[in-house]
């Protein structure tokens, strides 16, 4: 079991009562990497280290100040019955596009749009179901076991592939990127491959 627990290195971690690996998203990497885009990545940049050098049974992302309320046992049980485990928001009186346009990401939901339109015909409608939902399970919040994990970020990272050749990065707001993909990028391919999730309590600690 490989999950990493993505944060700044200044952070107080969460404990958990799971096994995890620190993953510090503002300090340098050795191997293939991704850390000059993590200011529009954020914890991205920690998803593409693990999908390029683990290769766990089980394998997984949370957030420094997030954690599930499991355990290792929890876990290796729940996949058993579950394609993977997420965390997902309460319903909320307004869509995940509302807070993206206050957040003034619209932009950005529409090139992700354009992007997953012509890699993804089929997926397209997924997209559009979570920018409209009231409620999402938030991508660095996950855990699953090898196969769907790979299988994530193959196509995750053909999209954000794709993005980058089109768009200039550098030309957008910081965390926008991030955020947008945050509400919509996982509740969009557990649709698209319709996978079965298992919605799991977690504990928040402070910022």
Avoid at 106 to 112: D, H, N
Avoid at 117 to 139: F, G, I, T, V
Wanted: glycine share 2%; aromatic share 16%.
């Amino acid at each position: 079991m490989k999950i990493y627990t993505a944060g700044p290195s200044d952070k107080i971690f969460l404990e958990r009562n799971y096994t995890t690996e620190q993953f510090f998203v503002n300090e340098k990497h050795e191997k293939e990497n991704l850390d000059i885009l993590n200011p529009w990545y954020c914890e991205i940049t920690a998803l593409f280290y693990l999908w390029q050098h683990c290769d766990d049974d089980i394998m997984g992302l949370d957030q420094y100040r997030k954690a599930f309320i499991l355990n290792d046992n929890q876990i290796v049980e729940l996949l058993k019955d579950n394609d993977i485990i997420i965390h997902s928001t309460n319903v909320e009186p307004k869509t995940r596009l509302w807070w993206l346009e206050q957040w003034g990401f619209t932009s950005c939901c529409k090139k992700i749009y354009a992007v997953t339109r012509y890699l993804y015909p089929d997926c397209a409608e997924h997209y559009m179901n979570a920018l409209y939902a009231h409620k999402s399970c938030q991508h660095n919040m996950f855990i699953c076991n090898r196969k769907i994990f790979k299988l994530y970020c193959n196509w995750l990272f053909s999209i954000l592939d794709l993005f980058n050749v089109s768009f200039d990065l550098k030309q957008m707001p910081l965390r926008s990127l991030a955020m947008v993909l945050e509400l919509t990028a996982l509740n969009t391919f557990i649709e698209y491959y319709k996978l079965k999730a298992y919605n799991a309590p977690v504990k928040i600690g402070n910022k």
